[in-house]
């Protein structure tokens, strides 16, 4: 009587684990109809580098391990009296270069001068070449016919040779002259040519100015850059530097951890894609916070799957081909109205719920 109470029994709680083995299996099956999930994600934000832009020692620190700091804060700060040396010397050079261009300025009007002096002397000789001309037409004039008078003996011969010398005073008053022109030509012309050359100088001096500035505008942003601030509200993560520390251009120091946005990077099956589109509703499972549920939407999808993206891709070309089911990034964007949100952290574990109907 006892055995048969016993299979009753078994027989009952074997019916009940079929049941509900099978109403389980029915849940889970008309849940895929509807949705994909996945456990591969993992919870993103921004993490911006601090990276120095100049080299130097570290004069102090002004942050700690895990600290919170708004946009402007000062992080750290470098050693800047090489780089106020710099400044200096730019400004020196800025000087040097102003001076230069003042007095290319002034070599300028010195030299259009000489050449409104030469161009003065060649017009004034041009004058007096005509006027000479003149003087020496009359006398030659005077001379042939003090000649012909001398011929008949109508003058004495010292009126003959007083015209002569008149003439040849003449002549040689007009090659003085035309002397004077070519000499007054060839200096306004060599006055013309150190005027291009003065001005060539001051354009070059003018530009000198502006590297100068150039050079200066550089030392300034250098000695600005010793100074390093936050680019961004956030929470500095572990600080590996300390005071009299030789850091480098490029060099990464630490992080600022932005908790403005939040996302969700799944991992999912290239078979899961099919009915998934930007825009369907996720639901989103912490294990940090196993009571709350965040609400979040599909936002991209990545362009190539995340072996793609590693160091040392598959190649399937050598030979060594095994197929296996790829995974795709999908990005989810969290719903921030939900305060717990802020309390996520990159790298945490979360669990995936994606809304395909």
Do not use: C
């Not at 700091?69 to 050079?93: H, S």
């Not at 001076?99 to 004058?127: F, L, P």
Request: net charge positive; aromatic share 8%; no cysteine.
């Amino acid at each position: 009587m006892k055995k048969k109470e016993t299979n009753k029994k078994f027989i009952l709680i074997f019916g009940i684990l079929i049941l509900l083995g099978g109403s389980y299996g029915v849940y889970k099956y008309m849940h895929s109809l509807a949705h994909e999930t996945t456990d591969d994600a993992q919870v993103e934000k921004n993490m911006n580098p601090i990276i120095p832009r100049v080299g130097g020692y570290i004069t102090k620190v002004y942050v700690k391990d895990n600290d919170f700091v708004k946009k402007g804060d000062t992080l750290f700060t470098i050693d800047n009296r090489d780089y106020v040396v710099k400044v200096e010397e730019a400004k020196a050079a800025l000087i040097g270069a102003q001076e230069n261009y003042a007095v290319s300025k002034a070599d300028i009007g010195t030299a259009q001068a000489n050449v409104s002096v030469s161009d003065a002397n060649v017009q004034s000789t041009v004058g007096s070449i005509e006027n000479a001309k003149i003087r020496l037409t009359r006398a030659t004039n005077d001379y042939e016919r003090y000649a012909n008078l001398y011929k008949n003996h109508s003058i004495t011969k010292q009126q003959f040779e007083q015209a002569e010398a008149a003439k040849l005073e003449a002549q040689n008053q007009l090659k003085i002259l035309q002397d004077q022109q070519r000499a007054s030509a060839y200096q306004k012309t060599v006055a013309a040519s150190k005027s291009n050359v003065t001005s060539k100088q001051a354009e070059v001096a003018a530009a000198n100015i502006e590297r100068a500035k150039a050079i200066l505008n550089a030392a300034q942003l250098n000695l600005n850059y010793t100074v390093v601030t936050a680019a961004t509200d956030g929470q500095v993560s572990k600080i590996a530097i300390q005071p009299g520390q030789m850091i480098q251009p490029g060099q990464s120091l630490f992080y600022i951890v932005n908790n403005q946005e939040t996302w969700v990077i799944a991992n999912f099956k290239e078979t899961q894609l099919n009915k998934m589109v930007v825009g369907q509703k996720v639901s989103i499972k912490a294990d940090a916070f196993p009571d709350e549920e965040f609400e979040g939407t599909v936002a991209s999808f990545s362009p190539a799957t995340g072996s793609k993206f590693s160091i040392l891709p598959p190649d399937n070309a050598t030979g060594n081909f095994v197929k296996t089911i790829q995974r795709l990034p999908v990005k989810i964007s969290l719903d921030n109205a939900n305060e717990k949100v802020k309390l996520l952290r990159p790298g945490m574990n979360v669990e995936v719920d994606v809304h395909i109907k």
